[in-house]
């Protein structure tokens, strides 16, 4: 008798932006783990995105990677209707594709403040309203937020910080919409997560590791558990709502 458990996500179809590396690339790998084929999105990592696949697809699921502008309508559209096209539909919308760039707002170039602008808050509203088309009753819809989206722990991110509240509200908002359809809408918030974005030897370590409960930097693989968690069966009563991830930065 075959006793081996079913993959909480076996038969779902799930869409992770911007994950061909960091936080992105290990909740792709986790989901695909759980046993759901993946779509993921990159901007102009080609050979990362590539790899991913090759590691996901061993796993015996299906995968694709698709090159896409996070701020471009045009570019959430067809990444969507791809991957329906592709994995058979879309079960799971995981908005993780997100810049940062610290420095004094007094100072801090316009180019900077619109890409962030434009890809943590238009990307999220873009891509979500066009996979709404396809998500069936009972799907997921997770954003990685942060915990500078409830309090600002540290000066020099004050843009960042206000792209990552308006998440907050818009997770809120969405989800007292899509509840009727047993949809749920949630945030990961990582805190201070060791990627290229952000590594743990680099110019805000100084500022973040003395405010840490755990004196560390996160892994990005904790922060894929709590978006699987999210994504599966039993997160099904949990909307509206997120899970900090931050090493008790927020406690």
Do not use: C, W
């Amino acid at each position: 008798m075959n006793n081996i458990p079913t993959p909480p996500l076996a038969g779902r179809r799930a869409l992770v932006t911007g994950a061909a590396r960091g936080i992105g690339a290990a909740i792709a790998l986790k989901l695909a783990e759980d046993g759901a084929d993946v779509a993921i999105t990159y901007e102009k990592s080609a050979e990362k995105a590539e790899a991913l696949l090759a590691e996901i697809r061993v796993m015996g699921r299906k995968a694709i990677a698709i090159q896409a502008d996070a701020a471009s309508a045009d570019a959430a559209k067809a990444a969507v209707e791809r991957t329906v096209t592709d994995l058979g539909g879309l079960d799971i919308l995981v908005n993780n594709a997100g810049v940062l760039f610290a420095g004094e707002f007094s100072s801090q170039p316009l180019d900077e403040i619109d890409l962030q602008l434009n890809v943590n808050v238009r990307g999220v509203f873009l891509i979500t309203q066009a996979a709404l088309k396809h998500i069936p009753d009972g799907g997921r819809i997770i954003s990685t937020g942060s915990n500078a989206g409830l309090a600002v722990p540290f000066a020099g991110i004050a843009v960042y910080a206000a792209t990552k509240s308006a998440l907050e509200s818009f997770t809120r908002g969405l989800a007292r919409e899509l509840g009727p359809r047993d949809i749920t809408v949630n945030l990961v918030r990582p805190g201070p997560i060791d990627t290229d974005m952000n590594p743990a030897d680099g110019a805000l370590a100084p500022a973040i590791l003395p405010s840490l409960s755990i004196a560390r930097y996160g892994r990005t693989r904790e922060v894929a558990e709590a978006v699987a968690f999210l994504a599966g069966p039993g997160a099904g009563y949990i909307t509206g709502s997120g899970i900090l991830v931050d090493g008790g930065i927020s406690a």
